[in-house]
């Protein structure tokens, strides 16, 4: 039993698109997946198929309806914002600790791998008080760091990676997933964070052209690893 958060540097940095490459690709081998997105900023009903918790459901092979999104995604909101704001733009504020408690039932699936997608960045706010750190140190799971491979990556990857070490975070993974028109190469980003990341693997997913890329991604080095080794589950 695997389960891991998906985080990131930031936003719109691939969080979805990576959960839901690894989804499938474990889907397809055969193992039972779920992939939460408990909190969602920027959210329309009218494109539930396009929305990160529409593209979860559909990655493990499901029809992507409301019911369906109800289930892994119930705190939605429609600016897209850091989610303490885009609640607050609607009068309301996020229920952290309802959001960590529903984190930890879903943990509790049968399934053979569970992913949590966070929101935006390690450090975006979930409401006044907490950050997407202390919603993961708070599930004591492991983390996926996604990031991408612009110019300036390679600081915001290990600013990233530093904040989730100093709070005992384990990092399974970097996945640099990568940006388009880079002038870098991410295999020479990867090469330069791996100096500094203290052996935690990293890989490289390419740039996909086209609808629901995330089906045909080349992801197999990472999700054989997610799947061989059953020690990133904790909770
Ligand atoms: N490797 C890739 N190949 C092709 N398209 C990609 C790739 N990575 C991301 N995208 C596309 O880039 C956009 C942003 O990615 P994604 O939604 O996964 O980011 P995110 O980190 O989940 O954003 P958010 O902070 O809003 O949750 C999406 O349209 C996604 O399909
Ligand atoms: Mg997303």
């Known amino acids: 039993m695997s389960r891991l958060f998906v985080t990131g540097t930031g936003t719109g940095i691939g969080k979805t698109f990576v959960s839901a490459a690894i989804a499938h690709a474990a889907t397809r081998a055969g193992r039972t997946v779920r992939a939460y997105k408990p909190v969602a900023s920027g959210f329309a009903e009218n494109e539930l198929r396009d929305s990160d918790p529409g593209v979860l459901?559909?990655?493990?092979?499901?029809?992507?309806?409301?019911?369906?999104?109800?289930d892994i995604s119930p705190w939605r909101y429609t600016k897209p914002v850091a989610p303490y704001l885009a609640a607050a733009g609607e009068g309301r504020e996020v229920p952290y600790g309802a959001v960590v408690d529903f984190t930890k039932e879903a943990l509790r699936g049968p399934e053979d791998l569970i992913l949590v997608e966070g929101i935006g960045g390690v450090m975006a706010p979930v409401d006044r008080l907490h950050t997407v750190l202390d919603w993961v140190?708070?599930?004591?799971?492991?983390a996926i760091l996604v990031a991408g491979t612009y110019v300036g990556?390679?600081?915001?990857t290990l600013t990233a990676l530093g904040v989730l070490r100093a709070a005992g975070i384990r990092v399974f993974a970097i996945v640099l997933n990568e940006s388009?028109?880079?002038?870098?190469?991410?295999?020479?980003?990867?090469?330069?964070?791996?100096?500094?990341?203290?052996?935690?693997?990293?890989?490289v997913l390419p740039y996909v052209e086209g609808e629901r890329s995330w089906m045909r991604v080349p992801c197999g080095s990472l999700v054989d690893a997610i799947l061989r080794k059953p020690s990133c589950a904790t909770p």
Not at 57 to 69: D, F, H, I, R, S
Not at 137 to 142: D, T
Not at 153 to 156: F, G, L, P, Q, R
Request: aromatic share 4%.
């Open 57 to 70: 459901v559909q990655a493990v092979g499901k029809a992507p309806e409301l019911e369906a999104v109800n």
């Open 137 to 142: 140190s708070a599930l004591s799971i492991p």
């Open 153 to 156: 990556t390679i600081s915001h």
């Open 180 to 203: 388009q028109g880079s002038p870098v190469s991410a295999a020479e980003q990867g090469n330069a964070i791996g100096l500094f990341a203290g052996g935690v693997p990293i890989y």
